[in-house]
């Protein structure tokens, strides 16, 4: 189905964190946005920009969801998270005229079952990790404990960014298979794990939108997963990012373009399992070529702030051409500056967080650019404060509040990003201020910071 997108289109976004909080800002700035309806729980960033869907947002109640859509006028669906997609709300929000941003679930099958997403690299002949897929425990343990090189384990289910576990022995992959799978430290996710050989290098996210046959690959982003400064401490759902990453060029992109997204989506093609939304490619720069750690089915978060906050293209009308088939001709804009997120995080994160702490400086953190540049505050863990008076919020989860700076060049964009960050206060409040320190001291991505499968 191709259509043009309409003059005036109302939209319908599911997801309540940061990424939403990104869609929504940018969403607002198209001139075809009509009526911009928002999922109950939103952060207060959401309901600052749209108004609450007064339905439960459940595939069981999919009925209702769909005849308050009609009643509304809703004519696009864009799902922010991974899982709404699981759920397979892209196929029950798909209705007559009205169209869904975001992938089957059968086609999100890549994000949500990493075994399958490794069979199907496989078929593809994606470069990826070497690894296995377990359902039983006994035989993974038995695997694990005679590898002699340093391994992953991974939840092969949807873990919110946290059923990664990167160990050096034999002894600690024990382990982490017991706690996937013996004590459901990851609920059911861990219920098949992954276990594959572990890749250094810097790491690349690359996200590109497809509308089933065509692809427009987006400006590179890469992100911070560890909790602590210098990639130390355990793996987090994301410490910050920054776009576009220097020392990526032309080349590598395009080999990315042809040896990961073209393949994998012709294998879904051969399979009659067409892809439409975003396609996230989070990769691993080894001395070998890059190797996909992960594909995801959705922006990632908290690469969205950056990469969107770049973005001058109409984001209405890309979702609209990715949704109905029709990328082909169409043109992806950027702002030339660099853009770099600084992620406000509460204390306890990424365990159990503190939460009810009302936050101070917003206000204060925005007013931090200078003369060409922006500093935009995206909302993540956050939640009106009744008790506390008009605009008062408080803390509610793990990653608070994304800062995000627009400057000239990269190095001015981290130092904004984290002047600003350090003007919001709430108790326990902390964020990493060493963002992009590799590609700063050599732009070379052989020369950045060396990650791993996180």
Known sequence: MTAACPDRVNVLLLGTGGREHAIAWKLRRSPRLGELW????????????????????????????????????????????????????????????????????????????????????RTASVPTAEGKSFTNLDAAIAYAEVREEPCVVKAAGLAAGKGVVLCD?????????????????????????VIEEKLDGPELSVMALVDGRTLWVLDPCRDHKRVGEGDTGPNTGGMGAFCPVPGVSEDLLASIERDVLVAIVDVLNREEIPY??????????????????EFNCRFGDPETEPLLARLESDLLELMWATATGGLDGLEVRFDPRAAVTTVVCAEGYPGTPRTGDRIEG??????ASGPGEQVIVFHAGTAPDPSGGPGSIVTRGGRILAVTALAADLRRARDLSREAAGRIRFPGAFFRGDLAEGVLRDTTPAATVPTSNA
């Open 169 to 193: 022995t034999a002894e600690e992959a024990v382990e982490a298979v017991r706690d996937a799978m013996e004590r459901k430290v990851f609920g059911e996710a861990g219920d098949t794990i």
């Open 38 to 121: 928002v999922e109950p729980g939103a952060n207060a960033g959401l309901l600052a920009l749209g108004k609450v869907c007064p339905e439960p947002i459940s595939t069981k109640e999919a009925f209702r969801l769909n005849r308050w859509c009609d009643r509304e006028g809703i004519g696009l669906v864009v799902i922010g998270p991974e899982a709404p997609l699981a759920a397979g709300f892209a196929d029950v929000l798909a209705e007559g005229d009205r169209v869904v941003f975001g992938p089957s679930k059968e086609a999100s099958r890549l994000e949500w079952d990493k075994a399958w997403a490794k069979q199907m690299m």
């Open 276 to 293: 439409r939304g975003v396609l996230y490619a989070g990769l691993m720069l080894t001395p070998g070529g890059p190797k996909v750690l």
């Open 362 to 367: 917003i206000a204060d953190a925005e007013a």
